[in-house]
């Protein structure tokens, strides 16, 4: 019998912890250094920038509770609430255009630091993934704890097509571009495989479709 969304979406949320896991402990032993060394004088540049951003945060928070004061002591005087309104706007405007002018100078190399971040948790992601889906020949630790089997051609390209390509590939590409995108496509892609899985007389994915694959429910251990 193929499985529903609910054993499938657990069976890939173990999966997804586990190679997340060794992604994040593979960037904060070698991969973050790797990438900071790529950046001249990075620990400067990033101490300063740190040091501006805490310094417009304390002057944010300062206007913060002066305007918060202010409307205290305004109480129901509408013209004196419009003043302090007016007094926090002209003094947050100060701040911001300040803290442009002040960044502005670290915003190229620390610009490039997260986007490599951002391109390195998106590459080790899908390059392990793929690695620890066909070491497995699918059978990865979410599908033996949920008791799933991957069935039809299955050989190396059907495994990399359908639990790489066609199910994390498009979201994370996108998710590296943007990341609002990449959420209303992970969305979309969820409710689409939730509507699949329930409603129709198969229980198969798009990818399941398309790759003439099932995944189906074994009952016991493998």
């Known amino acids: 019998m193929n499985a529903g969304f609910l054993k499938r979406a657990m069976s890939s949320i173990i999966d997804l912890i586990i190679v997340f896991s060794v992604v994040t402990m593979t960037f904060f032993l070698f991969g ?4 900071r ?9 990033f101490t300063a920038y740190n040091e501006l951003v805490d310094a417009y945060n ?10 918060t004061a202010a409307l205290e002591i305004a ?5 004196l609430q419009t003043l302090a309104q007016e007094d926090y706007a002209s003094k947050k405007a100060v701040i911001d255009a300040q803290n442009l002018v002040d960044i502005e100078p670290y915003n190229i190399p620390l610009t490039g630091y997260f986007l490599n971040c951002i391109y ?3 590459v080790g992601f899908l390059i392990l993934m793929g690695v620890y889906s066909l070491a497995t020949n699918s059978k990865t630790l979410g599908r033996k704890i949920m008791q799933l089997k991957l ?7 059907s495994i990399f097509f359908h639990d790489i390509i066609f199910k994390y590939f498009f979201i994370v590409l996108v998710f590296s571009v943007s990341m609002y995108a990449g959420g209303a496509l992970l969305l979309l892609s969820l409710a689409i495989d939730l509507i ?10 798009l990818r ?3 790759l003439k694959m099932s995944v189906v429910k074994t009952g016991y251990g493998y």
């Open 75 to 79: 109480g129901d005087d509408e013209a």
């Open 196 to 205: 699949l899985l329930s409603f129709t007389k198969n229980k198969s994915t």
């Open 37 to 45: 060394n790529q950046v001249p004088n990075f620990e400067e540049i």
């Open 32 to 35: 973050r250094a790797i990438i």
């Open 58 to 67: 304390y002057d944010l928070e300062t206007i913060t509770t002066e305007y």
């Open 208 to 210: 399941d479709i398309l």
């Open 151 to 157: 069935t039809g051609p299955v050989n190396p390209i």
């Open 120 to 122: 390195y948790f998106s």
